[in-house]
Antibody, heavy 123, light 110 residues
C-alpha cells in the first residue's frame, strides 16, 4: 500500500529556518514525482513545486521560486520542503502528494497525499 | 488568483445531484486532462476523478467527470451528508509550466 507520511506540526518565529519531510512507504518512490501543495488558512490548494525522486530534477511554481527549496533523499525515501527565513505569511498546511500519469493519459494527477504538516509562523 | 474558475459553493438536499464547473483556457483545460479532488477539513485531499472522467478504485460511481473544450464538470449524484467537503479541479498549465488547482467549491448538503 502506498503511503506518504509527513513530519509533525511546527511553530516557528519569523526569520527562522525550517525543513519538513514526507516519507514514502510502499512499492514506489524513485520512479515518481513528489509535489508540495500549500493551503493557507481559509484558502484553497496551491501547487508549489515538484521533484523527481529518481534524480532530484526539481520544478517550482513562479510564485514559490526562490522562497522554498525542495529536495529528496532517495536512500530514506524522503522528500523535503525547506525555508531559510520564514515569514508570517508562510503559515499554512503543507501537503506532499505523489504524482502519477495513467498509461492512456498525458496529464499527471495526484493519487496519494500525505496527511499534511501545519506550519505556524508567529512572533 | 487561480487560472481556473469554480463556483464558491453549491448545495442540494440529500439524494439530489450537484454539478461543479471548472473553467479555464486553451493553455490548461483546453489541452490537458482534468482531475478532481475531495478535501475534508483536517484530512488529506482525495483523488476522485483523473483523465477527465476516470475513477480510481474505491470511488463510487456517484462521482462522475466530463470535459468539453476549456471547461470540465464534476457531478455528484445521490448526495450524502458525508459528501460535504471542498472540491478542487486540477490540471496542468502549459504557459505557467506548473500544475494548477481551481479555487475550490464548497458542497453543502441541506
Amino acid at each position: 500500500e502506498v503511503q506518504l507520511v509527513q513530519s509533525g506540526a511546527e511553530v516557528k518565529k519569523p526569520g527562522e529556518s525550517l525543513k519538513i519531510s514526507c516519507e514514502g512507504y510502499g512499492p514506489f518512490f524513485t520512479s515518481n514525482w513528489i509535489a508540495w501543495v500549500r493551503q493557507m488558512p481559509g484558502k484553497g490548494l496551491e501547487w508549489m513545486g515538484i521533484i523527481y525522486a529518481g534524480d532530484s530534477d526539481t520544478r517550482y511554481s513562479p510564485s514559490f521560486q526562490g522562497r522554498v527549496t525542495i529536495s529528496v533523499d532517495q536512500s530514506i525515501r524522503t522528500a523535503y520542503l525547506q525555508w531559510s527565513s520564514l515569514k508570517a505569511s508562510d503559515t499554512a498546511i503543507y501537503y506532499c502528494a505523489r504524482q502519477e500519469t495513467s498509461i492512456t493519459g498525458t496529464t499527471p494527477y495526484f493519487d496519494h497525499w500525505g496527511q499534511g504538516t501545519l506550519v505556524t509562523v508567529s512572533s | 488568483q487561480s487560472v481556473l474558475t469554480q463556483p464558491p459553493s453549491v448545495s442540494a438536499a440529500p439524494g439530489q445531484k450537484v454539478t461543479i464547473s471548472c473553467s479555464g483556457s486553451s493553455s490548461n483545460i483546453g489541452n490537458n486532462d482534468v482531475s478532481w479532488y475531495q478535501h475534508l477539513p483536517g484530512t488529506a485531499p482525495k483523488l476522485l476523478i483523473y483523465d477527465n472522467k476516470k475513477r480510481p478504485s474505491g470511488i463510487p460511481d456517484r462521482f462522475s467527470g466530463s470535459k468539453s473544450g476549456t471547461s470540465a464538470t464534476l457531478g455528484i449524484t445521490g448526495l450524502q451528508t458525508g459528501d460535504e467537503a471542498d472540491y478542487y479541479c486540477g490540471t496542468r498549465d502549459t504557459i505557467l509550466r506548473t500544475g494548477v488547482f481551481g479555487p475550490g467549491t464548497k458542497v453543502t448538503v441541506l
